[in-house]
C-alpha cells in the first residue's frame, strides 16, 4: 500500500535557495542557470520563509521598468508558503494536497525546516515503482 512510501524517499533534497536579501537580479540569474521555475526563499537557519517564481520575478521587472527603480530584493517580491508537507508524511497526502489545491511541487519539512521539494513527478515515480515492484523503495 502506497500509505507506507514517505516523502522522504521521493523528494529532491538538494535544492537552490535564494536568500530575501538577494536581488531579483542575481535570483533571475540563479534560476535561469539551474534551470529551475522557482526556488525557495529561506533565511540563515533554512527555515522557509517564501517562495520565489518566474512569475514573481517578470513582476518585479515589470516595476523596474515602470517606476524606473533598480534593485529591488527577493523578499519584496516573492510569494507567501501556503502549502507544505512534513518529511514523514505518506505519498497519498501529498497527492491529495496535489489534487486539492492544484500545487505543481510542495516544500518538504522537517521540524521547521526546509529540507526538500516534493513534485507531481515525484508522487508519479512513487506509483511506477511500487506498480512494478509492488514494494515501495
Not at 85 to 106: C, N, Q, S, T
Amino acid at each position: 500500500m502506497l500509505k507506507i512510501v514517505k516523502v522522504r524517499q521521493y523528494m529532491s533534497a538538494d535544492l537552490v535557495c535564494i536568500s530575501p536579501e538577494t536581488e531579483v537580479a542575481k535570483a533571475i540569474d540563479l534560476l535561469v542557470r539551474h534551470k529551475i521555475s522557482g526556488a525557495p526563499v529561506v533565511d540563515a537557519d533554512k527555515r522557509l520563509i517564501g517562495m520565489l517564481s518566474e512569475g514573481d520575478c517578470l513582476k518585479a521587472l515589470f516595476a523596474d521598468c515602470y517606476y524606473e527603480e533598480r534593485g529591488a530584493t527577493v523578499a519584496s517580491v516573492m510569494s507567501q508558503v501556503t502549502d507544505t508537507i512534513d518529511v514523514e508524511a505518506d505519498i497519498i497526502k501529498a497527492a491529495e494536497i496535489f489534487i486539492a489545491k492544484g500545487r505543481r511541487r510542495l516544500p518538504v519539512l522537517e521540524g521547521g525546516r526546509l529540507v526538500g521539494q516534493i513534485s507531481r513527478r515525484d508522487v508519479l515515480r512513487a506509483v511506477q515503482v511500487y506498480n512494478h515492484q509492488g514494494v515501495p523503495k
